[in-house]
């Protein structure tokens, strides 16, 4: 998992609207940190062994480094995000670049945060709802992805996107911040029969839950030690890096990679056709 991934780059990263309560106008990244940041994180990609692709950032897209809400991918097919309308401008990008690259592409007929929203384990979807991804996007996903969707809500704006609140260490771990999930989400995660290891509210609002993981090797923010200890503690490799440029559009690592080899459903006996 999270071998192949698509980036983008932070030569267009500004923040020119405040769609997250991290984004503030008058605070902007300084763009020679934001592109070296980033970089730094492509590189540990690569240094882990992931295959990395490359869709050049738009001029009229200053939050096209956040590929991840672009789109869900599993297997040949791909789910379209439908962000909010300030970000609607990257989305034909993605869909091109996706579509050249012969995945079937779904257009989401809701609000949809792409993978921001939507974090594969295994056969199941993590799947957030009701802030930037519309409750019916759970049916579709299910429908044209085949997934078993796991339906959670995080309880603020502050983990506006799943990813800022849960991650996916491997298909049989998790990762999550207790204190941003709903009482029935936590019931429902607590219930799946996998592993769980629970983060601080401070770690997560530092974006520590915002890590990408093949299972081997994490990659992850800095200043969240308590969680990379705890991972360091179960054998895996911890890269920990800067993400302070990222920070201020309201994103992390995870926000900056879109998977693209999330296993297909295998054949199940029960989908052969009746007669
Ligand atoms: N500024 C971007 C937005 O608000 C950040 C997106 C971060 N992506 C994520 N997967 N959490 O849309």
Same mark, same amino acid.
């Given at each position: 998992m999270n071998?192949e991934?698509l980036?983008?780059d932070?030569?267009?990263?500004?923040?020119?609207y405040?769609?997250n309560?991290y984004?503030?106008t008058?605070?902007q990244?300084?763009?020679?940190?934001?592109?070296?940041e980033?970089r730094?994180i492509?590189?540990?990609?690569?240094?882990?062994?992931?295959t990395?692709?490359?869709l050049?950032?738009?001029p009229?897209?200053?939050d096209?480094?956040f590929?991840?809400?672009a789109?869900?991918?599993?297997?040949?097919?791909?789910?379209l995000?439908?962000?909010?309308?300030q970000?609607k401008? =990257?989305?034909?990008? !993605?869909?091109?670049? #996706?579509?050249d690259r012969g995945f079937e %592409?779904?257009? @989401?007929p809701y &609000?949809?945060?792409?993978?921001?929203?939507?974090l594969?384990?295994g056969d199941l979807l993590l799947?957030?709802?009701?802030?930037?991804?519309?409750e019916r996007?759970?049916?579709?996903?299910?429908?044209?992805?085949?997934?078993?969707?796991?339906p959670?809500?995080?309880?603020?704006p502050?983990w506006?996107?799943?990813?800022?609140a849960?991650?996916v260490?491997?298909p049989?771990a998790?990762?999550?911040?207790?204190?941003?999930?709903?009482t029935?989400s936590?019931?429902?995660?607590?219930?799946l029969?996998?592993?769980l290891?629970e983060?601080?509210?401070? =770690?997560?609002?530092? !974006?520590?839950?915002n #890590?990408?993981?093949?299972?081997?090797t %994490?990659?992850? @923010?800095?200043? &969240?030690?308590?969680l990379?200890?705890?991972l360091?503690?179960?054998?895996l490799k911890?890269?920990?890096?800067?993400?302070?440029?990222?920070a201020k559009?309201?994103g992390?690592?995870?926000?900056?990679?879109?998977t693209?080899?999330?296993p297909?459903?295998k054949?199940?006996?029960?989908d052969?056709?009746?007669r």
């Amino acid at each position: 998992m999270n071998s192949e991934l698509l980036v983008s780059d932070a030569s267009r990263f500004r923040v020119d609207y405040e769609i997250n309560p991290y984004m503030d106008t008058a605070v902007q990244p300084d763009p020679v940190a934001a592109l070296a940041e980033h970089r730094a994180i492509v590189a540990a990609h690569l240094a882990a062994g992931r295959t990395v692709e490359y869709l050049p950032s738009a001029p009229e897209c200053p939050d096209m480094v956040f590929t991840a809400n672009a789109a869900l991918v599993r297997g040949d097919r791909a789910v379209l995000g439908s962000p909010p309308p300030q970000r609607k401008a =990257e989305i034909p990008y !993605f869909q091109e670049w #996706l579509a050249d690259r012969g995945f079937e %592409v779904i257009e @989401a007929p809701y &609000a949809f945060s792409g993978q921001g929203d939507a974090l594969a384990c295994g056969d199941l979807l993590l799947t957030g709802y009701g802030q930037r991804t519309d409750e019916r996007m759970l049916g579709v996903l299910a429908r044209e992805l085949h997934y078993e969707v796991v339906p959670l809500r995080t309880v603020s704006p502050r983990w506006y996107d799943l990813d800022l609140a849960v991650g996916v260490i491997s298909p049989d771990a998790l990762a999550y911040c207790p204190q941003a999930l709903d009482t029935l989400s936590l019931r429902t995660l607590r219930g799946l029969g996998v592993e769980l290891i629970e983060v601080s509210v401070e =770690e997560a609002a530092r !974006f520590a839950l915002n #890590l990408v993981s093949d299972g081997t090797t %994490v990659t992850m @923010a800095q200043d &969240a030690p308590r969680l990379a200890a705890t991972l360091r503690d179960r054998g895996l490799k911890v890269v920990e890096l800067h993400t302070t440029e990222l920070a201020k559009g309201g994103g992390g690592i995870r926000c900056t990679a879109l998977t693209l080899d999330n296993p297909p459903p295998k054949q199940r006996s029960d989908d052969r056709p009746h007669r």
